[in-house]
C-alpha cells in the first residue's frame, strides 16, 4: 500500500529553510502522519504539529543572535556552541511557549533520528509527548565536537546527521513509499571527506563505531542524496530544497539572513504544490495513507 511521509533534514540554523516550508503547508492545511526529523529537521516539527505557525521563525528572528541561542565560546562556558537548555526548556516553557498539550492530540508521529554512540547507527526514536522526549531532541542535536554526549534511557547519541543526515532509510523501513524530501543545501551539493577525521578518531576513542560512522559520513550522505534523486526522477518522491544560493551557515546568527532562508522555504513549498499533491493524492484525488488534506485540525495556543 503506498503511504506518504515527511522527511526532513538537519543543518542547524539552516533550518530556517524547513521552517518556511512547514508553514506553508500549515496555511494549506497539509497535514502529515509521519515525519521522519534529524536535528534542526526535528526542532521545526515540534512548532508544525503543535499547529503553532511562524513560532520557529520568531525565535529565529528574535532569539539566532542571542549568545545563550548559539555561541562559539559556549564551548568553553557551556560545553556546547548551542544553549542547549536554553533551546530546549526556557525558550518553549517561559519565553515562545510550545502547545504540549496540542501536540499530544496531533495525529501526527515525529520520529526523531539521533547517533548511538556505542553502535555507531541510526537511533529512532518516536515521540509521542514532546516534553518526555526533549532529550532525544537534544541528543539529535548534539554535534560532535561542538556538544556534548547526551544520555538518554541507557543510550549515549549525539547528532543524528552522523550515522543518517537524510533519513529516507528509516522511512521506507516504516512503510513510506511516497517521501516529500525537505532538504537544507542547494541543488547539487555533495558532502565531502571531513578534514575532522583524525580529530574524530582521538577524541571518540571509546567509541569506534561512532568513529566509523563520522569517518564514512559524506559517503553516506551522497548515497541517500542519491537515492532521494533517483525517486523523485522515478516520480515517487518530491524533494524541496533552498533554490537561491545559501549565504549562510549551521552556526548563523544574523536574524535578517535567516528570515529571507525561511521565506526561501515558503515560496519554494507553495510553487512546488501542485507537484506534491500530484505525488500524495490517489487517481481519484483522494490524499493517500499518511497526508490529511484541509482537515480543520485547529490551531494551537499562541506562543507569546
Partial sequence: MEQVGLILEGGGMRGAYTAGVLDCFLDEKMYFESIFGVSAGGCNAISYISRQRGRNLYIFQNYASDNRYVDLKGLLTRGSIFGMDFIFHEIPEKLVYLDYDRYAASKTKLYIISTDCDTGRPDVHLTLNAKDSVDYLKGSSSIPL???????????????????????????????????????????????????????????????????????????????????????????????????????????????????????????????????????????????????????????????
Fill in 146 to 304: 561542538f556538544s556534548p554526549i547526551v544520555d538518554v534511557d541507557g543510550k549515549k547519541l549525539l547528532d543524528g546527521s552522523a550515522s543518517e543526515s537524510i533519513p529516507l532509510a528509516s522511512a521506507l523501513f516504516r512503510g513510506v513509499t511516497r517521501p516529500v524530501i525537505v532538504l537544507t543545501r542547494n541543488k547539487g551539493y555533495r558532502k565531502n571527506r571531513s578534514k575532522a577525521n583524525r580529530i574524530f578518531a582521538s577524541y571518540y576513542k571509546k567509541y569506534p563505531n561512532l568513529v566509523k560512522s563520522l569517518q564514512q559520513r559524506y559517503i553516506t550522505y551522497n548515497t541517500s542524496l542519491e537515492r532521494c534523486e533517483e525517486l523523485e526522477r522515478q516520480g515517487r518522491a518530491v524533494i524541496l530544497r533552498p533554490s537561491i544560493p545559501l549565504d549562510i551557515d549551521r552556526f548563523e546568527k544574523d536574524p535578517d539572513k535567516l528570515t529571507k532562508l525561511y521565506q526561501n522555504g515558503y515560496d519554494d513549498a507553495k510553487n512546488a504544490l501542485n507537484r506534491i499533491l500530484s505525488l500524495c493524492l490517489d487517481a481519484g484525488g483522494n490524499p493517500l495513507p499518511g497526508l490529511h488534506l484541509f482537515e480543520p485540525e485547529g490551531d494551537g495556543k499562541p506562543f507569546l
